[in-house]
T-cell receptor
């Protein structure tokens, strides 16, 4: 009964390859997020979708493309991988009551290593 | 946009002592302030949160205080235990699709 799940947990690939990370939540939330956590542990928002609609798009290279087939799934596709893309990528989900913040539930993370 | 600063970056305490981590934020519209704990190799998990209409909230050994005028909030852990060792993140949000602005994290080390 995992709330937010991601696959794969580890991903090792070479520069120039294309890879995808998948995320699913069974909490019934409307909003999902992708975060990047670098080696210094900074948690940086990349994208957010609300009911399949892109609502947050931070300054991220266009090699990164999120896709939300339905509100329970948010995938991240990365083209032409670079060494600097090595990081842990976390998916998260939350409800978004109007005008106020709310807890975000994080997935277990995907450790991406680009060689 | 919002800017959240967190101090200290590392904190080492003896088991049983108290630990305090402080954050400041810049946007007075922020109204939700969660604290997340991230153990090594694990996901961030919420440990306590506070809303802007409350000045203090406590849950067993952890408490959070909020000073809206000064735009700062703090996490207090009393009677620390080795299992409290982790990285702690503060965040601020104001309902803009629940976008979190995270602090840079504090690595807490509790020495037995």
């Amino acid at each position: 009964d995992t709330a937010v799940s991601q696959t794969p947990k580890y991903l090792v690939t070479q520069m120039g390859n294309d890879k995808s990370i998948k995320c699913e939540q069974n909490l019934g939330h409307d909003t999902m997020y992708w975060y990047k956590q670098d080696s210094k542990k900074f948690l940086k928002i990349m994208f957010s979708y609300n009911n399949k609609e892109l609502i947050i798009n931070e300054t991220v290279p266009n090699r990164f493309s999120p896709k939300s087939p339905d509100k329970a799934h948010l995938n991240l596709h990365i083209n032409s991988l670079e060494l600097g893309d090595s990081a842990v990528y976390f998916c998260a989900s939350s409800q978004v009551p109007a005008g106020q913040g709310y807890e975000q539930y994080f997935g277990p993370g995907t450790r991406l290593t680009v060689t | 946009g919002e800017n959240v600063e967190q101090h200290p970056s590392t904190l080492s305490v003896q088991e049983g002592d108290s630990a305090v981590i402080k954050c400041t934020y810049s946007d007075s519209a922020s109204n939700y302030f969660p604290w997340y704990k991230q153990e090594l190799g694990k996901r961030p998990q919420l440990i306590i949160d506070i809303r802007s209409n409350v000045g203090e909230k406590k849950d067993q050994r952890i408490a959070v205080t909020l000073n809206k005028t000064a735009k700062h909030f703090s996490l207090h852990i009393t009677e620390t235990q080795p299992e409290d060792s982790a990285v702690y993140f503060c965040a601020a949000s104001w309902g803009n699709f629940n976008k979190f602005y995270f602090g840079s994290g504090t690595k807490l080390n509790v020495k037995p």
